[in-house]
């Protein structure tokens, strides 16, 4: 098998980085500055994965998204810059990018969060000279669960026949169905291993650090 025509694209947070709760937390912070009914801490965490022009409107609704949507985006923003020193990578995640690169294997991060944190994951990794495309919520229309974002990396990558996607919601594994490759779930962002497998997820493992030494070849689909 051509590795160089092989990929693994990778979410970051809740899959690399162990960021869920902080923006949980900041989204719930940013809603608390809301007359009226606010959704529950763990409505929002569940929703974490999803982008932030999908989320206000699931964890609330569409009147909520028309009349604040932007500034309660604006307020998530200051809340997480607030608590985004205190996040670290989870076990292996850097072990992990750096055994899929040995393999041969293009490595690629696929984000549906703001660019600068996502930079900020990459650096606090140590993995940037690994890693050949990063993608955002900048760089695509739609956010995931649409495939958008991924289809976006794909076209960044060029060449990729065969890829497989990590990530830790069922939001990611939906997006890489879509895309028209498998997901392997992690569950370090929160989700039971049966969501994640009852979303498609061909392989659910705890953290970044049961994935190093893999047999990708098995998990990759042809696209």
């Known amino acids: 098998m051509d590795t160089h025509t092989t990929a693994v694209l990778l979410d970051i947070d809740g899959t690399l980085v162990d960021s869920t709760y902080h923006h949980a937390l900041a989204w719930h912070r940013a809603f608390t500055r809301l007359d009226g009914d ?8 569940r ?39 205190e996040v670290r990578p989870l076990p292996g995640a850097a072990d992990l990018v750096r055994a899929v690169s040995d393999g041969g294997i293009r490595v690629a ?20 000279d690994l890693v050949e495309v990063l993608t955002t919520s900048e760089d695509a229309e ?5 495939p958008d974002l991924i289809g ?16 830790d919601t069922p939001y990611d594994v939906e997006a890489a ?11 370090s962002g929160g989700f039971a291993a049966g969501e994640l497998t009852d979303a498609g997820a061909l392989l659910v493992a705890e953290a970044p650090a049961d994935l190093v ?7 990759l689909s042809r696209l």
């Open 47 to 85: 929703s974490i994965g999803m982008g932030g022009d999908k989320l206000v409107a699931h964890v609330a609704d569409e009147e909520v998204e028309e009349q604040h949507g932007d500034a309660l985006r604006d307020a998530w923003r200051r809340e997480y810059v607030a608590v985004r020193s």
């Open 142 to 146: 739609g956010s995931k669960p649409e």
């Open 177 to 187: 169905r879509r895309a028209g490759m498998g997901c392997i779930g992690l569950l």
């Open 109 to 128: 991060l696929a984000s549906s969060g703001d660019p600068e944190f996502a930079r900020e994951a990459v650096d606090l990794l140590g993995v940037g």
């Open 38 to 45: 606010r959704p529950a801490l763990w409505q929002i965490h």
């Open 213 to 219: 030494g893999l047999h990708w070849p098995s998990y």
């Open 152 to 167: 976006v990396t794909l076209d960044r990558l060029g060449g990729v026949e065969r890829a497989v996607f990590v990530g």
